[in-house]
């Protein structure tokens, strides 16, 4: 049965997009709202986690309490967050009440009070989030991972810096909501058992009059020269980064790339599960997956060891990614096939994986890839086509971010 | 939905819940044994025995077993806990017949010497991994001091000693005392062909020889108490409590599980609204855990060091008010409505039901239809949620906690 997606946009530029799901009684959506890290006021980092938190404490007529409750009601699951390029409002629930809920995020993202008094708590919630990084030695090397690969504003850590959030007041912050929290290249995505008209009728009715364009997100640049940083800490275990540049989502070769991926680490049958942890023990964890920005991408590695193997596991997985340029086999090539396929379809099976998936194609390329234009487009590439891909586009200008008690030689 | 049940002459269950609008077939082969099972010699053979199952057995080697998943495109995974063992995959209809087979396979493991050396250097990793983690850390502490010495305090990593010291043929001797097919379940949600699957899995599993497979059920017995592991490099603490609460064979489970969301089940819950907030606390929730013969309230809390008394006092008062005062009928309203959407909406996807369906059978023998479990949640009443309070669960506190703290007992 073909997927059955719609996409619509609002004269204000909040784009619409719907995929019906047959015999599902949830609906899930996402809101995304382009206010991220990366647009934080300078200055002031950790701005849009700030108001993430606040626009819950209060919104429309009710207060935090009233607003808590009322989704809970509903039978709302929330989730959500803030993120580097945007700040995403997600939810699932059964079908019947999703209008209700859709009513109260326009609410709480339109209309939040923004109490004053409630600044200091969710200000002290960031706070926490950061010092706790260090007791999740993992999260804390990606934190910094972002900000030595990106420097500037497109590297900033969505929780903020300590000492820029103690500057932020309650005007700027109100200040910031009116300049950021605006429809223009926002995304609805509904998935579920709705159809399409009635959720376009909703939006209208709940978005239709919001208007404005929120500021643009800053040119990142992929880094073009290799690079090593070690952050000491007495850590247990050595934490290791590596990324390297790679093809945005709508770039011709994307697939290309994709594929390449898959046969280094789309399973526990790849490359590098197989060489570091499957004949050398030695890691628990180790993988590598992309990192899609808007108009650019990069794949990120990483391994956690004792610091007495790091040396031989940042080889291992040097020489691993050196070697993919040497191409794959036939075999390789279609367990990486058949992995993105059926992960695929079995996203397929939920509203909220769906949701989230759109949400990103729509903000990413404009249009929500179906699981037709997958298949089309990764059956299309022949083994010799990827090989003659791999080989002349060999991975290189590695970024290598260690953290732990000692750094290792790159 | 469709549910399905049947036996071979050896003991082993099949169980199912068909859904014809599925796209994809889970399989999970659920075994009743975990750390509680383990004395301390072989402290964490069983999750480390659930690693050596991916070597292979006598058809396929270690990179095999994960290429044929890969080639299946199966989602696919195992999980150890205190008492389970769990091996399940995901994949399209066309693919149900390999992914048995492959299971099966694995299942009668080879145990060979060289993997055996290589893996138990993966699992010195993940030991490894875990003590960077604070957060994870206070639960197996907790864990082990409300059980005082009972086998469900057992860690489910085992220690570095413990690990280091295990040898093969003990983690053999302890597979053909607890892989026996009367001690396991297979269950199958999805669109799946049962009369296929119950004819495969006789074929495969059917010569195995089933044996008693005991397990000490005696009751844990807690007392209140308090202990602080200093770790002077932290910056923060973590904090862990630990009530008595319904076994997973009680019909109260469903009140314990209300109550837990009414105490502490995320935002809107009392712990949330005293100590998150206001920002007091970072976190602070309670699940409740049913296990066999006897479950456990489990409650975290995580803040700044000079805030950690303010924060056990909270704790401790919150679930003194409602085990004194009882809780709302809004409340209840509100938590029934979450659990049964939350039910419905995790129903949607094969894998989002396998456990639900293999831990039925596993620890009560039978197999409750989804809509059975919601109804029964909906009609639950405040009264039912005042029988889990009677037995003042509460007053049997064990707390601990981990960070930059002055020792205490």
Same mark, same amino acid.
């Given at each position: 049965?073909?997927?059955?997606?719609?996409?619509?946009?609002?004269?204000?530029?909040?784009?619409?997009?719907?995929?019906?799901?047959?015999?599902?009684?949830?609906?899930?959506?996402?809101?995304?709202? /382009? +206010?991220?890290? =990366? $647009?934080?006021?300078?200055?002031? #980092? @950790?701005?849009?986690?700030?108001?993430? &938190?606040?626009?819950?404490?209060?919104?429309?007529?009710?207060?935090?309490?009233?607003?808590?409750?009322?989704?809970?009601?509903?039978?709302?699951?929330?989730?959500?967050?803030?993120?580097?390029?945007?700040?995403?409002?997600?939810?699932?629930?059964?079908?019947?009440?999703?209008?209700?809920?859709?009513?109260?995020?326009?609410?709480?993202?339109?209309?939040?009070?923004?109490?004053?008094?409630?600044?200091?708590?969710?200000?002290?919630?960031?706070?926490?989030?950061?010092?706790?990084?260090?007791?999740?030695?993992?999260?804390?090397?990606?934190?910094?991972?972002?900000?030595?690969?990106?420097?500037?504003?497109?590297?900033?850590?969505?929780?903020?810096?300590?000492?820029?959030?103690?500057?932020?007041?309650?005007?700027?912050? /109100? +200040?910031?909501? =009116? $300049?950021?929290?605006?429809?223009? #290249? @926002?995304?609805?995505?509904?998935?579920? &058992?709705?159809?399409?008209?009635?959720?376009?009728?909703?939006?209208?009715?709940?978005?239709?009059?919001?208007?404005?364009?929120?500021?643009?997100?800053?040119?990142?640049?992929?880094?073009?020269?290799?690079?090593?940083?070690?952050?000491?800490?007495?850590?247990?275990?050595?934490?290791?980064?590596?990324?390297?540049?790679?093809?945005?989502?709508?770039?011709?070769?994307?697939?290309?790339?994709?594929?390449?991926?898959?046969?280094?680490?789309?399973?526990?049958?790849?490359?590098?599960?197989?060489?570091?942890?499957?004949?050398?023990?030695?890691?628990?964890?180790?993988?590598?997956?992309?990192?899609?920005?808007?108009?650019?991408?990069?794949?990120?590695?990483?391994?956690?060891?004792?610091?007495?193997?790091?040396?031989?596991?940042?080889?291992?997985?040097?020489?691993?990614?050196?070697?993919?340029?040497?191409?794959?086999?036939?075999?390789?090539?279609?367990?990486?096939?058949?992995?993105?396929?059926?992960?695929?379809?079995?996203?397929?099976?939920?509203?909220?994986?769906?949701?989230?998936?759109?949400?990103?194609?729509?903000?990413?390329?404009?249009?929500?890839?179906?699981?037709?234009?997958?298949?089309?487009?990764?059956?299309?590439?022949?083994?010799?086509?990827?090989?003659?891909?791999?080989?002349?586009?060999?991975?290189?200008?590695?970024?290598?971010?260690?953290?732990?008690?000692?750094?290792?030689?790159? | 939905?469709?549910?399905?049940?049947?036996?071979?002459?050896?003991?082993?269950?099949?169980?199912?819940?068909?859904?014809?609008?599925?796209?994809?077939?889970?399989?999970?082969?659920?075994?009743?044994?975990?750390?509680?099972?383990?004395?301390?010699?072989?402290?964490?053979?069983?999750?480390?025995?659930?690693?050596?199952?991916?070597?292979?057995?006598?058809?396929?080697?270690?990179?095999?077993?994960?290429?044929?998943?890969?080639?299946?495109?199966?989602?696919?995974?195992?999980?150890?806990?205190?008492?389970?063992?769990?091996?399940?995959?995901?994949?399209?209809?066309?693919?149900?017949?390999?992914?048995?087979?492959?299971?099966?396979?694995?299942?009668?493991?080879?145990?060979?010497?060289?993997?055996?050396?290589?893996?138990?250097?993966?699992?010195?990793?993940?030991?490894?991994?875990?003590?960077?983690?604070?957060?994870?850390?206070?639960?197996?502490?907790?864990?082990?001091?409300?059980?005082?010495?009972?086998?469900?305090?057992?860690?489910?990593?085992?220690?570095?000693?413990?690990?280091?010291?295990?040898?093969?043929?003990?983690?053999?001797?302890?597979?053909?005392?607890?892989?026996?097919?009367?001690?396991?379940?297979?269950?199958?949600?999805?669109?799946?062909?049962?009369?296929?699957?119950?004819?495969?899995?006789?074929?495969?599993?059917?010569?195995?020889?089933?044996?008693?497979?005991?397990?000490?059920?005696?009751?844990?017995?807690?007392?209140?108490?308090?202990?602080?592991?200093?770790?002077?490099?932290?910056?923060?603490?973590?904090?862990?409590?630990?009530?008595?609460?319904?076994?997973?064979?009680?019909?109260?489970?469903?009140?314990?599980?209300?109550?837990?969301?009414?105490?502490?089940?995320?935002?809107?819950?009392?712990?949330?609204?005293?100590?998150?907030?206001?920002?007091?606390?970072?976190?602070?929730?309670?699940?409740?855990?049913?296990?066999?013969?006897?479950?456990?309230?489990?409650?975290?809390?995580?803040?700044?060091?000079?805030?950690?008394?303010?924060?056990?006092?909270?704790?401790?008062?919150?679930?003194?008010?409602?085990?004194?005062?009882?809780?709302?009928?809004?409340?209840?309203?509100?938590?029934?409505?979450?659990?049964?959407?939350?039910?419905?909406?995790?129903?949607?996807?094969?894998?989002?039901?396998?456990?639900?369906?293999?831990?039925?059978?596993?620890?009560?023998?039978?197999?409750?239809?989804?809509?059975?479990?919601?109804?029964?949640?909906?009609?639950?009443?405040?009264?039912?949620?005042?029988?889990?309070?009677?037995?003042?669960?509460?007053?049997?506190?064990?707390?601990?906690?981990?960070?930059?703290?002055?020792?205490?007992?």
């Amino acid at each position: 049965m073909p997927q059955s997606i719609h996409t619509f946009r609002l004269d204000n530029g909040l784009s619409v997009v719907v995929e019906t799901m047959p015999h599902v009684r949830s609906v899930a959506w996402t809101l995304l709202v /382009q +206010a991220g890290a =990366a $647009t934080d006021p300078e200055g002031q #980092g @950790g701005a849009a986690q700030l108001l993430n &938190g606040m626009i819950f404490r209060g919104a429309g007529e009710r207060d935090a309490r009233a607003l808590s409750n009322a989704l809970d009601e509903l039978g709302v699951q929330r989730g959500g967050g803030v993120g580097t390029e945007y700040t995403t409002f997600s939810g699932s629930l059964l079908a019947e009440d999703f209008d209700d809920a859709l009513a109260i995020y326009a609410d709480v993202v339109r209309r939040p009070q923004l109490p004053a008094g409630e600044l200091d708590a969710v200000r002290g919630l960031t706070l926490q989030s950061i010092q706790s990084l260090n007791d999740n030695p993992g999260q804390r090397l990606f934190n910094e991972f972002s900000k030595i690969y990106f420097p500037g504003p497109f590297g900033r850590s969505s929780l903020g810096e300590p000492d820029e959030l103690q500057r932020i007041d309650h005007a700027s912050l /109100q +200040a910031d909501h =009116a $300049t950021r929290y605006l429809p223009a #290249g @926002g995304v609805l995505s509904v998935a579920g &058992g709705i159809e399409p008209e009635r959720v376009l009728e909703t939006a209208r009715r709940l978005f239709g009059d919001w208007q404005g364009t929120p500021p643009a997100l800053p040119q990142p640049q992929l880094r073009a020269e290799p690079l090593y940083q070690h952050i000491q800490q007495e850590t247990a275990q050595t934490q290791i980064a590596i990324a390297y540049s790679s093809l945005p989502l709508g770039d011709p070769h994307y697939y290309h790339e994709r594929l390449g991926l898959g046969v280094l680490s789309g399973s526990m049958a790849s490359r590098l599960f197989t060489e570091v942890r499957i004949k050398r023990g030695l890691v628990y964890t180790v993988y590598a997956s992309p990192r899609l920005h808007k108009g650019l991408a990069l794949i990120l590695g990483y391994a956690g060891t004792q610091p007495e193997r790091a040396q031989e596991t940042v080889d291992v997985m040097l020489a691993e990614l050196a070697r993919i340029s040497e191409g794959v086999t036939e075999e390789e090539l279609s367990r990486a096939r058949t992995g993105l396929l059926s992960a695929m379809v079995m996203q397929g099976e939920s509203s909220s994986a769906r949701a989230g998936a759109m949400a990103s194609d729509m903000f990413l390329i404009g249009r929500p890839r179906t699981l037709d234009d997958i298949r089309a487009a990764v059956e299309s590439i022949t083994l010799d086509g990827l090989n003659d891909y791999l080989t002349s586009h060999q991975p290189q200008n590695f970024t290598v971010i260690t953290l732990g008690p000692a750094p290792v030689s790159v | 939905m469709r549910y399905d049940h049947h036996t071979l002459p050896n003991g082993l269950t099949i169980v199912g819940e068909y859904n014809e609008s599925a796209q994809s077939v889970a399989v999970g082969f659920f075994t009743r044994t975990g750390a509680r099972d383990e004395t301390p010699e072989i402290s964490g053979v069983s999750h480390f025995l659930e690693h050596m199952m991916f070597k292979g057995g006598e058809r396929y080697s270690a990179e095999e077993v994960d290429r044929v998943f890969a080639g299946m495109g199966a989602n696919y995974n195992a999980f150890t806990s205190n008492e389970t063992t769990v091996y399940y995959g995901a994949v399209l209809p066309e693919f149900q017949e390999r992914l048995i087979e492959l299971l099966a396979d694995m299942l009668r493991p080879s145990l060979r010497q060289s993997d055996f050396d290589t893996e138990k250097k993966v699992i010195l990793e993940e030991i490894a991994m875990y003590k960077d983690r604070p957060s994870y850390a206070v639960y197996d502490l907790a864990r082990m001091t409300y059980h005082h010495g009972h086998p469900l305090g057992n860690s489910v990593l085992g220690s570095t000693e413990s690990i280091s010291a295990l040898e093969r043929d003990r983690m053999l001797e302890y597979f053909e005392r607890r892989y026996a097919p009367n001690n396991m379940v297979v269950a199958l949600t999805g669109k799946y062909d049962w009369q296929a699957a119950i004819a495969q899995i006789e074929q495969v599993c059917g010569t195995w020889q089933p044996m008693d497979t005991p397990r000490a059920l005696t009751p844990p017995q807690p007392i209140p108490q308090e202990r602080m592991q200093p770790e002077p490099q932290r910056d923060r603490v973590y904090l862990a409590a630990v009530a008595p609460a319904p076994a997973a064979q009680d019909d109260s489970r469903y009140a314990a599980d209300v109550l837990a969301w009414i105490i502490g089940g995320g935002r809107g819950s009392r712990l949330y609204w005293a100590l998150v907030y206001p920002g007091i606390a970072q976190s602070a929730d309670i699940s409740y855990y049913e296990q066999d013969g006897a479950g456990a309230f489990y409650i975290f809390a995580s803040c700044a060091p000079e805030r950690t008394t303010e924060v056990i006092d909270l704790v401790r008062s919150t679930l003194q008010t409602v085990q004194a005062e009882g809780i709302t009928e809004e409340e209840l309203t509100r938590a029934r409505r979450k659990i049964a959407s939350g039910l419905v909406l995790n129903s949607e996807t094969p894998m989002g039901r396998l456990t639900s369906v293999g831990y039925d059978w596993l620890y009560r023998q039978e197999i409750e239809p989804l809509s059975d479990t919601v109804d029964r949640f909906l009609a639950l009443t405040a009264a039912d949620v005042d029988a889990v309070l009677q037995q003042r669960p509460f007053d049997t506190l064990t707390l601990v906690g981990i960070g930059p703290l002055a020792e205490a007992s």
